[in-house]
């Protein structure tokens, strides 16, 4: 078999074996691997922003939250049903990416990374002033359904469908203006790039899939309020994620996210003040040791293609 | 009503542009904004919390160790990390930064906790006429208006003062001038970094504070320098007054919870229709 055939075998394998799992898995181990479906649609959407343009966004979990409260809202005050509910709330996020990013990434330099850094504030203040309709502090409930595993096979298409999308636009014109802009924005433009609209499409593209994954597990967990789904310690795990597997590459983040949770989960979940800590120096060491990530590393010592 | 609000609004914008110059001469020297700002500024107010309640020193005699002591964690912070990444992407510096501001904030959690922690000292106000000044804030402005006037005095007349000026206009010209950049940069993170552990030791007169009130006052100093215009360091006098004011009058009309929305929404609406800040661009 050539490499493209196993390029392309490898992982469609892995997707049969995760599609047959949930007929042979224990509840914990489906939950378990819903949750990674949910951290790769996570990294992979910060990874098209980020790692793609350069432009950091630290508040990406204003997205999650934005589309779990658009969907729980949903599911809960009008009746609809999940998966309706989910894409609505795919939609909500885009609806937000846009009003934060018109106006800050028409401007080169820091102020989109401060703007997204205070976003995350000011939804959960909005969640709390509109109590009436997103509960407030006191929460919200979602009629109780056991939908398990529909969502886990929803959750887990979304991630192939960030994964497959990374892959198409660094495949693309789109993709290499992209990363133009990521590496001289000022000759990008000189080229006639429209700099300024490119980012913003980056942007849209990677507030969807965190809102789909907000509102899926919003209604997974039957019950949402502001501290679960605005929390700044999910945002910081996407940046690890993607940093540690490698930024701007299709699957830097997915291997960051199976790495960082299965660690998360055997390790760390026994000193739970020690690892949001070991999280700020991993993002320092990552950026001053090995800025590429770990795929990256790889991608230069054997020579694999950018694709990878 | 409004004189109230005007005056509680120059009293607390004083501390804003404060603490907001510190970040505009990073911004204007090195070409980074310190996401760790404001954990630094944490830092400065435990500081004062801890020598005024443990060896119970007067928490105003305190301001110049906290200073001393963030110039310090400035200095080595630069030195250690923040040079590497000055010419490089600015998604490294943002990224490092952001980092160091993570590791502050749970390494304070850690050694602190996340109680609320108040010092108890001079508490009430002063009545005025009709206006009542809180005692606390009264202090806070001579103290940051003091402080910054030394900064200006030191940026406007002294040699240093001027080799930030020169390195902060061109960096290359400045060394071919014979000014020593390296040093410059670090002596400049050690300045910015006492300026907002003044600020930190003021708020912690003022109200309790907990590992993780630094984000905001990052976020905050950045409006401050939006307003006023970046690399602009007399606009961040301006801008600190300015939103302490439109902080001040929007708490008279909205609840609690939105007040905090308001400077969001001035930060979003002035990047859409005056993005050079309301003095205009770099001028130092």
Not at chain 2, 239 to 265: C, D, K, N, P, R
């Amino acid at each position: 078999m050539s490499g493209r055939h196993v390029a392309l075998a490898a992982p469609a394998a892995v997707a049969l074996a995760l599609a047959a799992y949930p007929a042979v898995a224990s509840g914990y181990g489906v939950r378990a691997t819903l949750q990674v479906f949910m951290w790769i649609v996570l990294a992979g959407s910060w990874n098209l922003i980020s790692g793609l343009t350069g432009y950091v966004s630290f508040g990406h979990v204003a997205f999650f939250g934005a589309g779990a409260y658009a969907g729980a809202i949903l599911m809960s005050k009008a009746g609809w049903p999940w998966l309706a509910a989910a894409l609505v709330g795919g939609v909500a996020a885009v609806v937000l990416a846009l009003v934060i990013g018109y106006p800050c990434l028409r401007l080169k330099g820091p102020y989109f990374a401060i703007a997204m850094l205070g976003l995350n504030e000011v939804l959960r203040a909005l969640v709390s002033y509109f109590e009436g309709l997103t509960g407030g502090g006191n929460g919200l409930s979602l009629p109780t359904l056991d939908a398990t595993i529909p969502i886990y096979y929803v959750m887990g298409l979304t991630a192939v469908t960030v994964i497959a999308l990374t892959y198409l636009i660094i495949t693309s014109r789109f993709g290499l203006r992209l990363m133009t802009i990521r590496e001289d924005e000022v000759a990008a433009e000189a080229m006639g790039i429209d700099t300024a609209r490119h980012k913003l499409y980056a942007f849209l593209l990677s507030a969807v899939g965190p809102g789909i994954a907000g509102a899926l597990t919003a209604r997974d967990q039957g019950y949402i309020e502001p501290i679960s789904v605005f929390p700044l310690a999910t945002t910081i795990t996407m940046i690890v994620m993607v940093l540690f597997g490698g930024k701007g590459t299709v699957w830097g983040p997915v291997l960051g996210a199976v790495v960082l949770f299965v660690t998360q989960e055997v390790v760390w979940a026994r000193y739970p003040y020690v690892h949001p800590l070991l999280f700020g120096a991993i993002i320092v060491a990552v950026v001053l040791l090995m800025p590429r990530g770990v795929l990256g590393i790889l991608q230069i010592r054997y020579r694999l293609p950018r694709t990878i | 009503m409004l004189g109230q609000v005007v005056i509680s609004g120059i009293l607390s914008g004083a501390l804003y542009a404060m603490v907001a110059l510190g970040l505009a001469l990073i911004f204007g020297v090195m070409r980074i904004i310190n996401v760790a700002h404001g954990p630094l500024l944490m830092l400065g107010a435990y500081t004062t919390y801890f020598l005024s309640t443990v060896l119970d020193v007067n928490p105003y005699l305190t301001v110049p160790v906290s200073m001393a002591v963030l110039f310090a964690v400035g200095v080595v912070l630069e030195r250690t990390l923040v040079f590497r990444v000055v010419d490089a992407p600015e998604l490294s510096s943002l990224l490092l930064t952001f980092g160091v501001s993570i590791a502050l904030v749970n390494l304070a959690q850690l050694l602190f906790t996340s109680d609320l922690r108040s010092v108890e000292y001079l508490t009430g106000a002063w009545v005025v006429g009709p206006f009542a000044l809180s005692k606390t804030r009264v202090v806070a402005f001579v103290f940051a208006g003091t402080l910054t006037g030394l900064a200006f005095l030191l940026l406007g007349w002294t040699k240093l003062g001027k080799a930030i000026r020169a390195t902060s206009q061109s960096r290359e010209v400045a060394m071919v001038c014979g000014i020593d950049v390296q040093r410059i940069h670090l002596v400049t993170f050690g300045l910015a970094s006492a300026l907002a552990a003044a600020g930190g030791a003021l708020i912690a007169v003022i109200v309790a504070i907990q590992p993780e009130m630094g984000q905001t006052w990052t976020f905050k100093s950045f409006l401050v320098i939006v307003l006023g215009g970046a690399g602009n360091y007399p606009g961040a006098l301006l801008g600190g007054i300015l939103l302490g004011l439109i902080e001040q009058v929007a708490s008279l009309f909205l609840t609690t919870q939105l007040s905090e929305v308001v400077a969001y929404v001035l930060l979003v609406a002035i990047l859409l229709v005056r993005p050079t800040g309301l003095l205009g661009g770099r001028q130092t």
